[in-house]
């Protein structure tokens, strides 16, 4: 399986990293070894001294598919979760600063937190979604899937045109803003609505 994830998808987390708002989804991979399940540890890598944590609604892929049109998308998935795509912000700056890939800060070992599975059909409307991230007890991320710039559907049939779609393959759809380091010693835990459905330690 693969992961594709969507950089930029939030109008206020754009703002936050000063970026530029992109005209298609800005597209990144990461490998399935950065993939953590069953609320994991997430060990602090030595390379890095600033990993972000971005919560993100995750979906999962159910159909093959290649240039699947829009109307179409809704069909080639069939379960929602969250996701953290942590991020080594300083390996990340360093790259964007040199116009070289971002491929070591976004998908090094553990760098994809994963929950458990919600049905999509649980959802009355998947644009309007709340989730969030609380760190030790903070609320720090707090987003709605109807802010999306690019809508969930949109960004399935666009990705399918590059990459074709495999039953398992995950899709990170986007980070709001409030995206901030961890710390050794933190607790994360992910909601969507008001089930959670991540809670691990950084050690
Ligand atoms: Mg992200």
Not at 6 to 34: C, M, Q, S, W
Not at 88 to 102: F, I, M, N, T
Not at 183 to 198: P, V, Y
Request: proline fraction near 5%.
């Amino acid at each position: 399986m693969k992961i594709l994830a969507i950089g930029r998808n939030y109008g206020d987390h754009i703002k936050e990293l000063d970026n530029e708002r992109p005209e298609e989804p800005v597209i990144f991979t990461k490998p399935d070894t950065a993939i953590l399940k069953n609320n994991e540890p997430f060990y602090y890598p030595s390379y890095s001294n600033d990993i972000h944590h971005e919560v993100e609604l995750i979906i999962r892929i159910c159909k093959e598919g290649k240039f699947v049109k829009e109307e179409h998308a809704s069909k080639y998935y069939d379960k929602i979760g969250l996701g953290i795509d942590f991020t080594a912000r300083d390996l990340q700056s360093k790259a964007k600063e040199k116009g070289l890939p971002w491929d070591i800060a976004k998908g090094f070992n553990g760098s994809a937190p994963i929950s458990g599975w919600l049905e999509k059909n649980e959802f009355e409307n998947l644009q309007n979604i709340n989730f969030s991230l609380k760190v030790n007890g903070a609320l720090k991320q707090e987003g709605n899937s109807s802010l999306m710039l690019f809508p969930i559907d949109y960004v399935v049939s666009y990705l399918s045109k590059f990459f074709t779609l495999k039953t398992g393959d995950i899709i990170f759809t986007g980070t709001p803003k409030g995206v901030g380091p961890v710390l050794i010693g933190d607790k994360l835990e992910g909601f969507i609505e008001n089930q959670k459905l991540l809670d691990f330690e950084v050690k």
